[in-house]
């Protein structure tokens, strides 16, 4: 359980996942990837078995929210295992199409 | 958060596409080139020492490349305008002290006598052997580190340097490109300069998306439609007076011949509407979009989009029609008001200051803090008003900046340049409206009793003083100018004299 910080990188400690922390509530919570605590990106960690039950995978450049969309993470790098708050997997967000800026 | 993360991305699921392609060189880096490059150029950032980078030059694969190696090696970026005078620039160095500086080969040996700057040529810069020791360490994610300080015209003199932190720049790039969402084929031109935001957002945007790149340092009409057609651009953005610009040289042709240009998008300054019109006849595939924002704001905060664009040009109400000139609505995430003097809200269609707040505003200067209020608001000092559709339309700007072409000029650095002739008691300088740049400038000048000077020697005095953009295309001689009891000048009222 930690503070999830907002700009802050983690880790799975079961596969290749990689998650950025765009938008986090207060209050200590425990993010996983693949049913295991996510860790600080660049830590070393003996990597385990991501758990079948946890398997749905993130892909690079989606985001993922929790049901009330006060917390929201960017995939970095895909992974295998999905993610999961305090035990609740997170949602893939709907891609509204953006208007063009550019 | 580190724009960092936003090249690793894509280089690590494009490492081969083409990220940018130098118009004028013809060179080229893929992503992963581009990312492999910002490794070492980071490495020799970090270890000379550097509190800030600086980048004084056109555009070029070295543009890119210092962005993403000063993000890398977390020392803020500060790319300066080459069109300043030298004595501009110098101030500018020794705010940005002590500097890694990455100059044109020309340029070099000048700023190499500066104590506390390193510099690198370009081309040395770009020079795999130059930089053969990688940085050691991932690049920091505190969203709150300064990603980009961006000077600014400041009506008050000296230049203010705005402050643009990773998380504004992240910010406005998740909230407004799909990650990746580039075809192959596309290929972007940008032609706006590296010290301008927007040169900035298409580097970031294009970088996120997996788009290609074409640059062009050096903007002419016919370059520009040069390389359009070669590269087969599919996307482009240019300031009003580059429209301008195209349009006329493309004039008796009956389309631009661009087929593959699937959208162009312009913004920094007014779009006069027979411009947008025209424009609008000759690529009639195209998609056009009108982007508003600002350095404070990391880029764009509101879009006029393409269907808008069809639906006035199509219509029959004047009304309607008007909405070409809009710069459309808020992007999401963005919230947009227009306030009047005493910071309250004003009905719509009322002319007022436009006020922003959201992720990727900013507002902060390098030595003021943040000019946001406590809830977050930012007093752009544009003035505009929003029709009842939430439509935005701007009025100027609410201090008295003068935007020509896309460029900011105070017109107190031109009246402090008019004053300094013998003959000049007093002046005033305003823009007034023009049809190719969008705002020209005008001067009101009071000679001094019993002196003058003809006309044309006082604009010769301000070409011989200062860059030619800086020069009134007229200048009207009174015998005095309008001031408040407080002794503020009315320029409002001098405006209205032109």
Request: a negative charge; aromatic letters at 6%.
């Amino acid at each position: 359980m930690a503070e999830l910080k907002t700009g802050a990188r983690l880790k799975s400690a079961v596969c290749d996942g990689e998650v950025m922390i765009v938008l986090a509530p207060a209050g200590d919570l425990e993010e996983t990837c693949g049913g295991a605590a996510m860790v600080a990106a660049g830590s070393a960690v003996e990597k385990g078995q991501v758990d079948p039950d946890h398997a749905v995978g993130i892909r690079i450049g989606k985001r993922y929210v929790n049901e009330d969309g006060t917390l929201e993470v960017l995939c970095v790098k895909n992974g295998d295992g999905g993610v999961a708050v305090n035990g609740v997997p997170l949602l893939q967000k709907d891609t509204k199409k953006l208007p063009k800026t550019d | 958060m580190n724009i960092m993360m936003l090249l690793e991305m894509t280089s690590a699921t494009f490492p081969d596409r083409t990220a940018f392609t130098d118009g004028s060189s013809g060179r080229s880096y893929t992503y992963s080139q581009l990312f492999e490059a910002a490794a070492t150029r980071a490495g020799s950032m970090a270890a000379s020492g550097a509190r800030r980078v600086g980048m004084l030059d056109v555009s070029s694969l070295a543009t890119p490349l210092t962005l993403f190696a000063s993000a890398w090696a977390g020392v803020p970026y500060a790319p300066l305008n080459y069109r300043l005078t030298d004595p501009e620039i110098e101030a500018l160095l020794e705010r940005i002290k002590p500097a890694y500086l990455v100059t044109s080969d020309e340029r070099e040996p000048a700023m190499s006598v500066h104590k506390d700057v390193i510099t690198s040529a370009t081309t040395h810069f770009l020079t795999d052997a130059q930089h053969s020791a990688r940085i050691t360490g991932e690049w920091s994610m505190d969203p709150e580190e300064i990603a980009v300080l961006l000077f600014t015209s400041g009506t008050t003199g000296a230049p203010k340097a705005a402050v643009l932190r990773h998380k504004h720049l992240v910010s406005y790039i998740l909230s407004s490109v799909e990650f990746a969402s580039a075809d192959e084929a596309e290929a972007a031109l940008v032609c706006v300069p590296p010290y301008h935001i927007a040169g900035i957002a298409a580097i970031l945007s294009s970088v996120y998306s997996g788009r290609h790149v074409v640059q062009l340092p050096n903007f002419t009409a016919e370059t520009w439609i040069d390389l359009a057609r070669k590269h087969e651009i599919t996307t482009a953005f240019v300031v009003p007076t580059m429209l301008a610009r195209v349009v006329d040289a493309l004039e008796g042709q009956k389309t631009a011949g661009m087929p593959h240009l699937a959208s162009l998008s312009y913004g920094g300054g007014k779009m006069p509407l027979s411009i947008i019109e025209r424009a609008m006849r000759l690529f009639p595939d195209t998609d056009f979009t009108n982007a508003y924002g600002l350095t404070e704001t990391s880029s764009t905060i509101a879009v006029l989009g393409p269907d808008d664009h069809r639906a006035a040009a199509g219509s029959d109400s004047d009304s309607i029609r008007q909405r070409l000139v809009s710069v459309g609505k808020a992007l999401p995430g963005v919230e947009i008001e227009i306030r009047d003097d005493e910071g309250m809200l004003v009905a719509a269609g009322e002319r007022g200051e436009i006020y922003v707040r959201g992720e990727q505003v900013s507002g902060e200067y390098e030595g003021r803090g943040s000019v946001t209020n406590s809830e977050g608001w930012f007093p752009t000092r544009d003035a505009g008003r929003m029709d009842e559709e939430g439509y935005l339309f701007l009025e100027g700007r609410a201090d008295d900046v003068i935007v020509r072409g896309g460029e900011n000029i105070s017109p107190g650095e031109i009246e402090d340049v008019l004053l300094d002739h013998a003959a000049v008691r007093d002046a005033a300088v305003v823009g007034i409206p023009d049809e190719q740049w969008g705002e020209g400038i005008a001067a009101a000048v009071v000679f001094k009793p019993g002196q003058s000077a003809p006309i044309e020697e006082l604009q010769t005095w301000i070409k011989d003083r200062m860059r030619s953009s800086r020069v009134p295309q007229v200048i009207r001689i009174c015998d005095e100018l309008p001031y408040n009891e407080t002794g503020k000048l009315l320029r409002r009222v001098v405006k209205q004299t032109f």
